[in-house]
């Protein structure tokens, strides 16, 4: 078919796409349909209806003849008398769709399925469906790969909704996939999306990464314990509800399960909206379950804390002697020269010194469990807690036996309270524990993917129109429209962010700041944040 018609005998080029023919002849069109039927009615040949293609027939140098056609929905068409010349408007097949189309065939073939290309699948006495990639699948499945990398119309005859229409009728499971993102709010077929790649990256075996159209279902109870808002408006309604979560897969994979019957195409409604995405078969299986009204969710376990619990730390501690407070007990460090202090027939038990290593080690909360006997009736002089030596006068760098810990304590009437001093070695701003580096490196990627995501999205949200250099004040100069976000890019972009939210709470919540002096704690941060941050070879950068 072309949009494109020569008259040969009015000397008139007809451009069947306006209404006019683009003549501003009143009724031209009328005249020469009518026409083209009488002569049909009395079997004229084609060749004698003076009507030849003036399209890419014609720049070729080829005298294609033509009939005209008009559909039941109004459409105006002219058609070619011999099936060659129609294949010769057919676009030809571009490099990245031939790789995808081997890399489907293989995929299938690793799995143990067959498959062939361009299959053509007759649908009536003269007329077929032809698809791009067809899998033999366990159980009689047929698998039709649809590789979709131009622009397909939505509406018509030739459309993706008619073509996955006809293929379904004749027990074909469609599967289009494509490069264009816009396609992802599309809700004409199951589609499948990865991002642009040419034909040689295809081609090659490696990861390819499926980023739309497949989805985990998360099943939840709609009680006041639900995560996620009620989709039937109210506030909680206490019934099953699903909710659909972007799952990236691998091509390869989705080929071979979509053959075995492991992943499968399913609609899900949202309102007055039809989704159509891929699931596993036991998502499918349980999807049914809800929409027929059988499923069952697992028990809530219950919890043991009252209604008035809470489940945070206690922000005090009662005293039972309002007397004033004495000094505390500090845990100190004693020389190696003399005997450590002690109460009088008395032998606290105090825990070993801990070794240190080579290496700072992760610190741990210190909360040792000291129960001192009572001191005797009489006055005892307490001793005064020694200065904190250093560690070359300590002897720390070469420790040759076990060490005890020296304790001074409080009054009688009050419990002795220690207090940790910790090695200089372990409270350095330079020196890090290996779970906080590895937290913050995890915490530098997941910016970094997030920033690389919202770079390949449109420049809103929400579409919105352009505008054009001069319009308006732009450092950008002309800017076009956007067709806003998808409601699974929104999602995958919230996901991200909570990710790196519940990364961030973790580098700032570690134990590690609580040896940190106070004034020292912000360069310590940054000193972090430089060791931790991924260098180009994908290791982090030595301190």
Not at 129 to 139: A, H, P
């Given at each position: 078919?072309?949009?494109?018609?020569?008259?040969?005998?009015?000397?008139?080029?007809?451009?069947?796409?306006?209404?006019d023919?683009?003549?501003?002849?009143?009724?031209?069109?009328?005249?020469?349909?009518?026409?083209?039927?009488?002569?049909?009615?009395?079997?004229?040949?084609?060749?004698?209806?003076?009507?030849?293609?003036?399209?890419?027939?014609?720049?070729?140098?080829?005298?294609?003849?033509?009939?005209?056609?008009?559909?039941a929905?109004?459409?105006?068409?002219?058609?070619?008398?011999?099936?060659?010349?129609?294949?010769?408007?057919?676009?030809?097949?571009?490099?990245?769709?031939?790789?995808?189309?081997?890399?489907?065939?293989?995929?299938?073939?690793?799995?143990?399925?067959?498959?062939?290309?361009?299959?053509?699948?007759?649908?009536?006495?003269?007329?077929?469906?032809?698809?791009?990639?067809?899998?033999?699948?366990?159980?009689?499945?047929?698998?039709?790969?649809?590789?979709?990398?131009?622009?397909?119309?939505?509406?018509?005859?030739?459309?993706?909704?008619?073509?996955?229409?006809?293929?379904?009728?004749?027990?074909?499971?469609?599967?289009?996939?494509?490069?264009?993102?816009?396609?992802?709010?599309?809700?004409?077929?199951?589609?499948?999306?990865s991002?642009?790649?040419?034909?040689?990256?295809?081609?090659?075996?490696?990861?390819?990464?499926?980023?739309?159209?497949?989805?985990?279902?998360?099943?939840?109870?709609?009680?006041?314990?639900?995560?996620?808002?009620?989709?039937?408006?109210?506030?909680?309604?206490?019934?099953?509800?699903?909710?659909?979560?972007?799952?990236?897969?691998?091509?390869?994979?989705?080929?071979?399960?979509?053959?075995?019957?492991?992943?499968?195409?399913?609609?899900?409604?949202?309102?007055?909206?039809?989704?159509?995405?891929?699931?596993?078969?036991?998502?499918?299986?349980?999807?049914?379950?809800?929409?027929?009204?059988?499923?069952?969710?697992?028990?809530?376990?219950?919890?043991?804390?009252?209604?008035?619990?809470?489940?945070?730390?206690?922000?005090?501690?009662?005293?039972?002697?309002q007397?004033?407070?004495?000094?505390?007990?500090?845990?100190?460090?004693?020389?190696?020269?003399?005997?450590?202090?002690?109460?009088?027939?008395?032998?606290p038990?105090?825990?070993?010194?801990?070794?240190?290593?080579?290496?700072?080690?992760?610190?741990?909360?210190?909360?040792?469990?000291?129960?001192?006997?009572?001191?005797?009736?009489?006055?005892?002089?307490?001793?005064?807690?020694?200065a904190?030596?250093?560690?070359?006068?300590?002897?720390l760098?070469?420790?040759?036996?076990?060490?005890?810990d020296?304790?001074?304590?409080?009054?009688?009437?009050?419990?002795?309270?220690?207090?940790?001093?910790?090695?200089?070695?372990?409270?350095?701003s330079s020196?890090?524990?290996?779970?906080?580096?590895?937290?913050?490196?995890?915490?530098?990627?997941?910016?970094?993917?997030?920033?690389?995501?919202?770079?390949?999205?449109?420049?809103?949200?929400?579409?919105?129109?352009?505008?054009?250099?001069?319009?308006?004040?732009?450092?950008?100069?002309?800017?076009?429209?956007?067709?806003?976000?998808?409601?699974?890019?929104?999602?995958?972009?919230?996901?991200?962010?909570a990710?790196?939210?519940?990364?961030?709470?973790?580098?700032?919540?570690?134990?590690?700041?609580?040896?940190?002096?106070?004034?020292?704690?912000?360069?310590?941060?940054?000193?972090?944040?430089?060791q931790?941050?991924?260098?180009?070879?994908?290791?982090?950068e030595?301190?």
């Open positions: 078919m072309a949009n494109i018609v020569w008259h040969t005998k009015l000397k008139l080029r007809l451009d069947l796409k306006q209404d023919l683009g003549q501003s002849i009143e009724g031209l069109w009328d005249l020469l349909y009518n026409t083209d039927r009488l002569q049909a009615s009395r079997n004229v040949p084609v060749s004698e209806r003076e009507l030849q293609c003036g399209g890419i027939c014609m720049d070729a140098g080829v005298v294609a003849w033509m009939h005209l056609r008009q559909r929905n109004g459409r105006r068409e002219a058609v070619h008398e011999r099936a060659e010349d129609e294949e010769r408007h057919k676009a030809p097949m571009s490099d990245e769709h031939k790789a995808y189309q081997e890399r489907i065939l293989r995929a299938a073939a690793e799995g143990g399925f067959d498959g062939d290309s361009e299959v053509r699948t007759p649908t009536g006495t003269r007329a077929f469906i032809q698809t791009d990639t067809l899998i033999e699948g366990d159980g009689g499945r047929r698998i039709g790969w649809e590789v979709q990398l131009s622009s397909a119309g939505a509406e018509g005859p030739r459309s993706v909704k008619s073509r996955a229409t006809k293929a379904v009728k004749q027990g074909i499971t469609p599967a289009w996939h494509t490069d264009r993102q816009d396609y992802a709010r599309r809700t004409d077929t199951q589609w499948t999306g991002n642009h790649l040419p034909a040689h990256v295809i081609a090659i075996i490696g990861d390819l990464r499926v980023i739309s159209g497949f989805r985990a279902l998360d099943f939840w109870l709609c009680d006041l314990r639900a995560l996620y808002p009620c989709p039937d408006g109210v506030r909680r309604c206490g019934k099953p509800h699903v909710t659909p979560k972007p799952r990236d897969v691998l091509f390869d994979d989705l080929v071979r399960r979509t053959a075995a019957g492991t992943i499968v195409p399913v609609e899900h409604r949202r309102g007055s909206r039809l989704d159509k995405f891929w699931v596993t078969s036991e998502d499918r299986d349980r999807l049914h379950d809800l929409q027929a009204g059988t499923i069952v969710l697992p028990p809530i376990r219950e919890t043991t804390a009252t209604a008035k619990s809470s489940p945070d730390m206690p922000t005090c501690r009662p005293t039972a002697d007397s004033p407070p004495t000094p505390p007990a500090v845990l100190t460090r004693p020389f190696r020269t003399g005997t450590p202090p002690a109460w009088p027939g008395t032998a038990t105090i825990p070993p010194q801990r070794t240190h290593t080579a290496g700072p080690p992760p610190v741990q909360p210190f909360e040792p469990d000291l129960r001192l006997p009572a001191r005797p009736a009489a006055p005892t002089p307490s001793v005064p807690a020694p904190l030596p250093t560690p070359a006068e300590a002897g760098g070469q420790p040759d036996g076990p060490e005890t020296q304790v001074t304590s409080g009054s009688a009437d009050h419990p002795t309270r220690i207090e940790q001093v910790y090695d200089s070695r372990v409270t350095d020196s890090f524990p290996d779970d906080l580096l590895q937290l913050q490196e995890h915490l530098h990627r997941a910016h970094a993917e997030h920033r690389a995501y919202l770079n390949e999205l449109p420049w809103s949200v929400e579409p919105m129109a352009g505008w054009a250099r001069g319009e308006r004040f732009s450092h950008r100069g002309s800017v076009p429209d956007s067709p806003g976000w998808s409601d699974e890019q929104k999602e995958r972009v919230d996901l991200m962010w990710e790196i939210r519940e990364l961030s709470i973790a580098v700032a919540a570690h134990l590690h700041w609580m040896t940190v002096p106070r004034e020292k704690v912000v360069d310590a941060r940054m000193e972090l944040k430089k931790a941050r991924p260098t180009a070879g994908g290791t982090a030595a301190a």
